[in-house]
């Protein structure tokens, strides 16, 4: 793809430089916190999924037939069927996939970060490759059928950029090309029938899809579902009969995906949706009755059924090729009464209730049924929210002084002690700029009621998306409108995660010259991934303060003239950390490592403000320092 990361509100690709007026931008992202998040997490419980390898590992035989939907399995692939994890499980990216649950395809490895950091990289990306397969004895011709699609919610792949399938031969030790696509602007998804010849019946068949891609971001995206291998079919068998859910996020308050307990029990029904859009797939050539439920369960789950809609048998036709759309009823009473749930309430401190969607079809011919249900699970912890927890974009803000905020109406009194932000990288690691937390009650005229005397600086999570930056002094808020972001210190653009599988950005506002606008005319539907975390409620959420305690640094003198020195304190036996020196607009000026000096020389860099970043060579901790060189 052409090496030009930020995605602005008009569509178009631009390189920006950090002397032009400031202003609001869309990003397309630079890493997936979600697999890194995943894969960290794995790490820590020594899960063995992590450890696959491509090749040279103990091998699982599969026969005939070979059917993945990736409906079940989240982050990464089916070890049972593939061998490799380097494609994303995810329902975020795809646009109406014949099921949920895809594998995506990006310039992305297994942990989430580019394969190159380099702006210009490009070649071999992903790859998707099945444990071998038995095609010894077949009984007739051998298909393997997929289908794909380019860009959906993420980035276009260029027309450079391509999706390739090889099959591997025996005789030869050998990979294939099959069949090949070039890059192209998103579509529906496309079927493909691949015929699989006599070179490759033998007892250890294989075969994978890679993409070749720009390989320093989250970019160039593909996405391949319902990928099917099976003897005695025909080019011409190309029908799914499968009905089957498309997506796996369902929330049923009004625009909210999550709040306190406390505060939806001041008004449990204003702050129900009235219905709950379900989309159901049918992938048949009939038409399909689809008898539709939904369950709610509390206690994750665990706990007693608390809701069943509806009560009796209730069906709708799902045509031939085409997706069904039901407004399931939550809280309906008008134009008439078809349900009336509300959360039943108790004295808990937080609560997380299960959705259960699910269905039956008529006549009962669907062959794969595990799509059939999705659960999906509603928080009521310490945090307002609008957004999944996922993030497709980001948004950010350019300019010394520029502000950024997210409009939250609070249903109750109470004490706001911090926010939860994800910062997520672009082209640029902007770890080393500046803000400061921010409340305004009102916008116009603007009024601020909290701002941080100290600055923060990003942080990126490596075992959540979401960060918490904790606020210097508690802050008590009266129940109404406000608007919870921050005030940027330095220059450059400051994004924050962008979920476009919702959609609230009528709540978005900036100020980058002096007057705040809402952005809703110039970017897509989306959600800004930056919550209000009230009371002393508990949530399973990284704070930036646990990260500040592993270890830190003591620099000195500051200001500096010719060396700044650097010393580790807060652990008795030293760390190796990768030491940067970084000017104002993020560049790297100076780099080094613990463990080769205690110093940088800055007798020939130019006066001004600059941080020294450490980054822990085990766990990725960042620590940044600001020095003033004069």
């Known amino acids: 793809m052409n090496f030009q990361l930020y995605k602005l509100s008009t569509f178009f690709f631009l390189l920006f430089t950090f002397n032009v007026f400031a202003q609001d931008?869309?990003?397309?992202?630079?890493?997936?916190?979600?697999?890194i998040a995943k894969y960290n997490k794995s790490i820590k419980e020594k899960n063995p999924e992590i450890f696959r390898k491509q090749k040279k590992q103990s091998k699982i035989l599969l026969t005939l037939p070979f059917l993945d939907d990736f409906s079940q399995n989240w982050h990464f692939p089916n070890e049972n069927l593939w061998q490799d994890i380097h494609v994303h499980i995810n329902s975020s990216f795809p646009i109406n996939p014949p099921s949920y649950g895809v594998a995506t395809f990006d310039g992305l490895d297994s942990a989430g970060f580019p394969y190159n950091f380099m702006p210009t990289s490009y070649g071999e990306a992903d790859v998707l490759t099945s444990q071998p397969?038995?095609?010894?004895?077949?009984?007739?011709?051998?298909?393997?059928?997929?289908?794909?699609?380019?860009?959906?919610?993420?980035?276009?792949?260029?027309?450079?950029?391509?999706?390739?399938?090889?099959?591997?031969?025996?005789?030869?030790?050998?990979?294939?090309?099959?069949?090949?696509?070039?890059?192209?602007?998103?579509?529906?998804?496309?079927?493909?029938?691949?015929?699989?010849?006599?070179?490759?019946?033998?007892?250890?068949?294989?075969?994978?899809?890679?993409?070749?891609?720009?390989?320093?971001?989250?970019?160039?995206?593909?996405?391949?579902?319902?990928?099917?291998?099976?003897?005695?079919?025909?080019?011409?068998?190309?029908?799914?009969?499968?009905?089957?859910?498309?997506?796996?996020?369902?929330?049923?308050?009004?625009?909210?995906?999550?709040?306190?307990?406390?505060?939806?029990?001041?008004?449990?029904?204003?702050?129900?949706?009235?219905?709950?859009?379900?989309?159901?797939?049918?992938?048949?050539?009939?038409?399909?009755?689809?008898?539709?439920?939904?369950?709610?369960?509390?206690?994750?789950?665990a706990g007693p059924v608390v809701e069943v809609y509806p009560t009796g048998v209730a069906s709708k036709n799902a045509f031939a090729y085409s997706?069904?759309?039901?407004?399931?009823?939550?809280?309906?009473?008008?134009?008439?009464?078809?349900?009336?749930f509300t959360f039943p309430t108790d004295n808990a401190v937080n609560k997380v209730f299960q959705i259960k969607n699910y269905f039956d079809i008529n006549p009962?011919?669907?062959?794969?049924?595990?799509?059939?249900?999705?659960?999906?699970?509603?928080?009521?912890?310490?945090?307002y929210s609008y957004d999944d927890g996922s993030a497709e974009l980001g948004y950010g803000v350019?300019?010394?002084?520029?502000?950024?905020?997210?409009?939250?109406?609070?249903?109750?009194?109470?004490t706001l002690t911090a926010m939860q932000i994800y910062f997520n990288p672009i082209r640029d690691n902007i770890s080393a700029e500046s803000f400061k937390l921010t409340v305004w009650s009102s916008l116009n005229p603007e009024v601020i009621v909290y701002q941080q005397n100290d600055f923060f600086f990003p942080t990126y999570s490596f075992t959540n998306e979401l960060l918490l930056y904790e606020l210097a002094t508690p802050l008590i808020l009266p129940a109404g409108t406000y608007y919870?972001?921050?005030?940027?210190?330095?220059?450059?653009?400051?994004?924050?995660?962008y979920d476009v599988n919702t959609n609230t950005r009528n709540k978005i506002w900036y100020n980058s010259q002096g007057t705040w606008l809402n952005p809703s005319a110039s970017i897509p539907n989306g959600s800004l991934m930056l919550r209000p975390v009230f009371g002393t409620t508990g949530d399973p959420i990284s704070s930036i303060k646990e990260n500040a305690v592993i270890s830190d640094f003591k620099i000195f003198p500051n200001p500096a003239t010719n060396?700044?020195?650097?010393?580790?304190?807060?652990?008795?036996?030293?760390?190796?950390?990768?030491?940067?020196?970084?000017?104002?607009?993020?560049r790297i000026v100076v780099e080094t490592q613990t463990t080769t000096?205690?110093?940088?020389?800055?007798?020939?860099?130019?006066?001004?403000?600059?941080?020294?970043?450490?980054?822990?060579?085990?766990?990725?901790?960042?620590?940044?320092?600001?020095?003033?060189?004069?």
């Open 25 to 35: 931008t869309l990003f397309d992202l630079g890493v997936n916190k979600t697999l």
């Open 133 to 301: 397969i038995d095609l010894s004895v077949v009984i007739d011709s051998v298909f393997l059928s997929f289908q794909y699609q380019p860009q959906g919610n993420g980035n276009r792949p260029e027309i450079q950029d391509s999706l390739r399938l090889e099959f591997f031969r025996k005789a030869d030790s050998t990979w294939v090309r099959a069949w090949g696509v070039p890059g192209a602007a998103n579509r529906p998804f496309q079927k493909v029938m691949i015929y699989v010849g006599s070179d490759f019946h033998n007892n250890e068949f294989q075969f994978r899809f890679k993409n070749f891609a720009t390989l320093s971001g989250n970019v160039d995206h593909w996405h391949v579902d319902y990928v099917y291998l099976n003897d005695n079919r025909t080019s011409a068998d190309t029908l799914l009969n499968d009905v089957a859910l498309i997506t796996n996020h369902f929330s049923l308050l009004n625009q909210l995906t999550a709040m306190p307990w406390d505060h939806y029990k001041t008004d449990t029904i204003g702050l129900m949706r009235e219905v709950m859009p379900v989309s159901y797939k049918n992938n048949f050539n009939i038409t399909y009755d689809v008898f539709y439920k939904y369950e709610v369960s509390d206690n994750n789950g």
């Open 323 to 340: 997706t069904l759309t039901e407004p399931q009823a939550v809280y309906q009473i008008t134009p008439s009464f078809l349900n009336d």
């Open 364 to 383: 009962f011919v669907d062959d794969n049924q595990k799509n059939d249900t999705v659960k999906s699970f509603q928080v009521f912890g310490s945090y």
């Open 398 to 414: 350019q300019g010394v002084g520029a502000k950024l905020a997210n409009q939250f109406t609070i249903k109750k009194t109470d």
């Open 484 to 497: 919870f972001g921050y005030e940027k210190i330095t220059a450059p653009f400051l994004n924050v995660g």
């Open 563 to 586: 060396y700044v020195y650097f010393e580790q304190i807060g652990k008795t036996q030293l760390l190796e950390f990768k030491v940067e020196l970084i000017d104002m607009f993020g």
């Open 597 to 630: 000096t205690n110093r940088i020389d800055v007798s020939n860099i130019n006066k001004g403000i600059y941080f020294i970043r450490f980054i822990n060579n085990i766990n990725s901790q960042l620590i940044v320092k600001k020095v003033i060189i004069q």
